[in-house]
């Protein structure tokens, strides 16, 4: 039976490492480890793809804010005023969480998603819903917009990412459903 390899904590660094700052990096070169090595630059392409992607769900995620910070302000109903807050407080999480992944990747996050192209996210028009305050109609904007921000983490999810952006983006995508499952059941008590 293989005895698993521990690395040495006093080990002094190779010249590899000194020269590319990475000791974890060398360890991972170890051959039986299971664990991929990249070189500097698949290490900044994959980084590079990373922060496309985290960029693209903090758009999703500051849409999300917005729609459900709207859909708080043209509610009429306290129940769903305070989920729409918690909702909107859960997309401006996942924003900062997105960011400070890009920020950690070396990249320059995005800082937010414009109401013109939510539209063409999925977050169509609550705005000419609050005339009539009508809570399944409104409801059903926000499933809409849900919908889509399903699908763009789910996209997501489905990506060879680094370790720590694919386990935020799961993690996200998880709240993301239960969030928008929610937002469905709460819609389909509203037709009843």
Not at 5 to 28: E, F, H, K, S
Not at 47 to 76: H, M, P, Y
């Amino acid at each position: 039976m293989n005895e698993p390899v521990i690395p040495n904590p006093t080990q002094v660094p190779t010249a590899a490492t000194q020269r590319n700052g990475n000791a974890v990096q060398d360890l991972a070169s170890d051959e039986g480890t299971g664990r991929v090595t990249l070189t500097p630059e698949q290490e900044s392409q994959a980084n590079r793809k990373a922060i496309v992607v985290l960029n693209e769900l903090i758009e999703t995620s500051n849409d999300g804010e917005k729609g459900f910070a709207r859909a708080a302000k043209d509610s009429n109903d306290p129940a769903l005023i305070s989920v729409f807050n918690e909702s909107e407080r859960s997309c401006h999480v996942a924003v900062a969480e997105l960011q400070d992944q890009v920020r950690l990747l070396g990249g320059n996050p995005e800082d937010g998603g414009s109401m013109t192209a939510a539209i063409h996210r999925g977050w169509i028009s609550l705005k000419s819903l609050a005339t009539s305050r009508d809570s399944r109609a409104i409801l059903e904007e926000c499933e809409r917009g849900e919908d889509y921000a399903k699908a763009r983490y789910a996209e997501a999810v489905k990506r060879v990412l680094p370790e720590p952006v694919r386990v935020l983006i799961e993690r996200q995508y998880q709240r993301v459903v239960t969030n928008h499952d929610r937002v469905r059941d709460l819609r389909n008590r509203y037709r009843a």
